[in-house]
T-cell receptor
Framework: QQQVKQSPQSLIVQKGGIPIINCAYENTAFDYFPWYQQFPGKGPALLIAIRPDVSEKKEGRFTISFNKSAKQFSLHIMDSQPGDSATYFCAANRGSTLGRLYFGRGTQLTVWP | ETGVTQSPTHLIKTRGQQVTLRCSSQSGHNTVSWYQQALGQGPQFIFQ???????GRGNFPPRFSGLQFPNYSSELNVNALELDDSALYLC??????????????FGPGTRLTVL
């Protein structure tokens, strides 16, 4: 059973475009939603994270939008660059579990120059 | 500050063999989590160690076992290897604060191939 569902599986955009990756969850006990970026041969690196008490969080060119009632959250990458080409994972966590992360299946993003 | 390190980088084993993977947590972190990432999939939680005790386990059989040492480094052991165990094994360290979700820092992983 996939606790966090992520779409699309792959995404191709032109440089400067705004790719959007979506995730949905069922467990209302989740209270922490991070996004990770992974390059080939590397481990995932934390990009940005949000808690359900806010609807949006922005860090640099990365923005998370969070819709608690719909149990959905999404990642927007502004002014995308070829260096953003990577696999992106959304995840969710219940704070009481000391950090077990439930990951989505990932989105492979390609940004063409 | 030293990040999370894992060894070895790559490993090739045959079915039925046993393997030990190692992880050194980031300086100051007392919690280590292990994840299995199959090709084209998201990481799946195996188990977590907090202050040398197992603290939660995912849906993995008992042939997956682990240890955490007093310096908070950790080992993942897999017995009776199966072909489906071929994956990238990731270690993540963190320092959980009471009442707060903890940020996890991942190592580069160990790529295990079972033939």
């Amino acid at each position: 059973q996939q606790q966090v569902k992520q779409s699309p599986q792959s995404l191709i955009v032109q440089k400067g475009g705004i790719p959007i990756i979506n995730c949905a969850y069922e467990n209302t006990a989740f209270d922490y939603f991070p996004w990770y970026q992974q390059f080939p041969g590397k481990g995932p690196a934390l990009l940005i994270a949000i808690r359900p008490d806010v609807s949006e969080k922005k860090e640099g060119r990365f923005t998370i939008s969070f819709n608690k009632s719909a149990k959905q959250f999404s990642l927007h990458i502004m002014d995308s660059q070829p260096g953003d080409s990577a696999t992106y994972f959304c995840a969710a966590n219940r704070g009481s579990t000391l950090g077990r992360l439930y990951f989505g299946r990932g989105t492979q993003l390609t940004v063409w120059p | 500050e030293t990040g999370v390190t894992q060894s070895p980088t790559h490993l090739i084993k045959t079915r039925g063999q046993q393997v030990t993977l190692r992880c050194s947590s980031q300086s100051g972190h007392n919690t280590v989590s292990w994840y299995q990432q199959a090709l084209g999939q998201g990481p799946q939680f195996i188990f977590q160690y907090y202050r040398e005790e197992e603290n939660g386990r995912g849906n993995f059989p008992p042939r997956f076992s682990g240890l955490q040492f007093p310096n908070y480094s950790s080992e993942l052991n897999v017995n009776a290897l199966e072909l489906d165990d071929s994956a990238l094994y990731l270690c993540a360290s963190s320092f959980p604060l009471t009442g707060l979700n903890n940020e996890q820092f991942f190592g580069p992983g160990t790529r295990l191939t079972v033939l």
